[in-house]
């Protein structure tokens, strides 16, 4: 194989490695956002009920 090869072979390597890691990272935050809101919306529903007006104000 050819040095040119070799180094267009490490290249693309590395760059759909770096890609497949952005793409899971990026899953990560979606569903970690995700878990915020419905907790954010399970504290404001629980705090609807029991009348606590310092929760509510967020």
């Known amino acids: 194989m050819t040095?040119?090869?070799?180094?267009?072979?490490?290249?693309?390597?590395?760059?759909s490695a770096s890609m497949m890691l952005l793409t899971v990272y990026g899953g990560y935050l979606a569903v970690m956002r995700g878990y915020r809101y419905?907790?954010?919306q399970k504290q404001l529903k629980l705090a609807a009920e029991n009348q606590d007006?310092?929760?509510i104000k967020d």
């Open 3 to 15: 040095l040119g090869k070799r180094l267009a072979d490490i290249g693309y390597r590395t760059f």
């Open 38 to 40: 419905m907790e954010k």
């Open 53 to 55: 007006p310092d929760v």
